[in-house]
């Protein structure tokens, strides 16, 4: 089974500057997605980045980027320039593509940033 | 371009009752999953459909069931409520024009409270 491990529950931030926030998966499968999902107090659970397992150049999407490494099966997001409306809960999570696709969430980690 | 949308918005039940959850999937997307997220923790999967089969269960009890609609619409029904169900429920589709299979796009839940 797939696993997903978010280690740090609440990471702060001041304005403008820049945040990384760290995962870290398990899988036996070579194939596969990784994403970052934000959670906003509104509860709409808003797609990040994605990653596909086979792709070495990791994901950038504006201000957010991933450090992707495979071997390591690490999966962190890098949100640079932070804004006052980064503030949410961040969810990494693991899944397949396709007709029997299926998202494997870890914990979340709550980032606050200061004006 | 609408959303997935979910009905109702909250929902308050008793011990004992029963509850069914709606679930419109964002037109095209011919796949919906349901997530169960625990105040504080990451969304849990619970079923996938595809084509009005299920594709996917997670690891929840007989009393959770799901179907889906030749219109691609779901419906997740919950028997015999218990306390821990108390849950925001998270409907996601996929498998169409708009994201095809890369990323599944949710709704904005449905909060169940379990008196």
């Known amino acids: 089974a797939q696993t997903v491990t978010q280690s740090q529950p609440e990471m702060s931030v001041q304005e403008a500057e820049t945040v990384t926030l760290s995962c870290t998966y398990d899988t036996s499968e070579s194939d596969y997605y990784l994403f970052w999902y934000k959670q906003p107090p509104s509860r709409q659970m808003i797609l990040v980045i994605r990653q596909e397992a086979y792709k070495q150049q990791n994901a950038t999407e504006n201000r957010f980027s991933v450090n992707f490494q495979k071997a390591a099966k690490s999966f962190s997001l890098k949100i640079s320039d932070s804004q006052l409306g980064d503030a949410a809960m961040y969810f990494c999570a693991y899944g397949y593509t396709g007709a029997n696709s299926k998202l494997t969430f870890g914990k979340g980690i709550t980032l606050s940033v200061r004006p | 371009d609408a959303g997935v949308t979910q009905s109702p918005t909250h929902l308050i039940k008793t011990r004992g009752q029963q509850v069914t959850l709606r679930c419109s999937p964002i037109?095209?997307?011919?796949?919906v999953s349901w997530y169960q997220q625990v105040l504080g923790q990451g969304p849990q999967f619970i079923f996938q459909y595809y084509e009005k089969e299920e594709r996917g269960r997670g690891n929840f009890p007989d009393r959770f069931s799901a179907r889906q609609f030749p219109n691609y619409s779901s419906e997740l029904n919950v028997n015999a409520l218990l306390l821990g169900d108390s849950a925001l429920y998270l409907c996601a589709s996929s498998g169409g024009q708009r994201g095809g299979w890369n990323e599944q796009f949710f709704g904005p839940g449905t909060r169940l409270t379990v008196l």
């Open positions: 037109s095209g997307h011919k796949s």
